[in-house]
């Protein structure tokens, strides 16, 4: 028997976030998608999407990538079609890290960076980073596939003193 209920389909995540001042280092945000098996939904991710890269199905992709925050609107676009996700995978967590160049920087650092998560015309989420200011990377979502395969989304707004490697080792454990 089918679940009334309809679970998330296609989610976007969008990072907005203002340039350097001149003449300073570059602000760069990435955003990060890690999958987890239904086997070990806390355990290593199966892969991550980042920039330059997409699912190996297809189903996750990054849609637009800024090294700088020039533009209007929303600097880094991810898509994740969940619906289209094979069934050994029950866990999806997204999170935005900065890249460290030339300097440490944190998201009190970066001028108006924020978030928002969609599906279709329905926001799901929408924050600043203020909360996680003296953070170098932030998990913004988790994505639960229930037991009658229905995605739905917990927000997971934590932040981490972590470079893009360890924020890719650490962005799925348990935090209470």
């Not at 355990?43 to 637009?64: A, C, K, Q, W």
């Not at 929303?74 to 030339?102: C, F, H, N, P």
């Not at 998560?117 to 203020?130: C, H, N, S, T």
């Amino acid at each position: 028997m089918s679940s009334l209920s309809k679970g998330l389909e296609k989610v976007q995540v969008m990072v907005r976030w203002d340039p350097s001042p001149l003449g300073a280092p570059a602000n760069d945000l990435d955003i990060v998608a890690a999958t987890y098996s239904a086997a070990d939904p806390y355990g290593e991710p199966r892969y991550l999407v980042h920039f330059d890269s997409r699912s190996p199905d297809g189903t996750i992709n990054l849609n637009r990538d800024s090294r700088t925050g020039q533009g209007l609107g929303y600097d880094e676009v991810m898509t994740l079609e969940l619906d289209r996700l094979a069934s050994e995978y029950a866990r999806v967590v997204v999170g935005v890290v900065i890249q460290q160049r030339e300097v440490r920087k944190t998201f009190g650092e970066v001028a108006n960076s924020g978030f928002r998560i969609v599906e279709g015309y329905v926001e799901l989420a929408k924050d600043d980073f203020a909360a996680v200011a003296g953070a170098t990377a932030a998990t913004v979502a988790e994505f639960v596939r229930d037991d009658s395969g229905e995605w739905a989304m917990r927000k997971a707004f934590r932040g981490f003193d972590a470079d893009p490697v360890a924020f890719a080792q650490v962005m799925g454990g348990r935090y209470s």
